[in-house]
């Protein structure tokens, strides 16, 4: 049976409203080299069939993700207190000749929240 109802789409927030937010990473364990560079332990599998089928082959149920500069940087200033905004400007003086960084910094936490890995608010 076909509906009549529209889907509604997200609303996009301005960019005036993302420099407000204030990304929080998730409850990951993650470790950072002397280099500053950023390792996320990210769990395989939250099923009980994964992870039985992971224990079974004698495997953890985690991977390692580790982040370039940029995204440690960035993962390690998204606290809950920082705005975007603030980050944004952290990123600005750690990396003065980036170009295009705010696209990058937007893009990035955009991918972050739509893996989990941080909330966006």
């Given at each position: 049976m076909l509906?009549?109802?529209k ?7 301005t ?12 409850d990951f364990?993650w470790?950072e080299d ?9 769990k ?6 994964g992870k039985s ?5 004698k ?30 400007k952290?990123?600005e003086?750690?990396f003065?000749?980036e ?5 990058r ?13 941080i909330e966006?608010?």
């Amino acid at each position: 049976m076909l509906s009549n109802k529209k889907e509604k789409k997200p609303i996009k927030p301005t960019e005036e409203e993302f420099l407000r937010y204030r990304p929080k990473r998730a409850d990951f364990k993650w470790e950072e080299d002397t280099n500053g560079i950023v390792k996320l332990k990210v769990k395989k599998f939250k099923s009980n069939l994964g992870k039985s089928f992971l224990n079974l082959i004698k495997k953890e149920n985690y991977f390692s993700a580790s982040m370039d500069r940029l995204g440690s940087v960035v993962w390690k200033n998204s606290d809950g207190n920082k705005t975007v905004e603030d980050i944004l400007k952290i990123v600005e003086k750690e990396f003065p000749n980036e170009k295009n960084i705010n696209q990058r910094l937007y893009l990035f936490l955009q991918n972050l929240s739509n893996l989990g890995y941080i909330e966006l608010w």
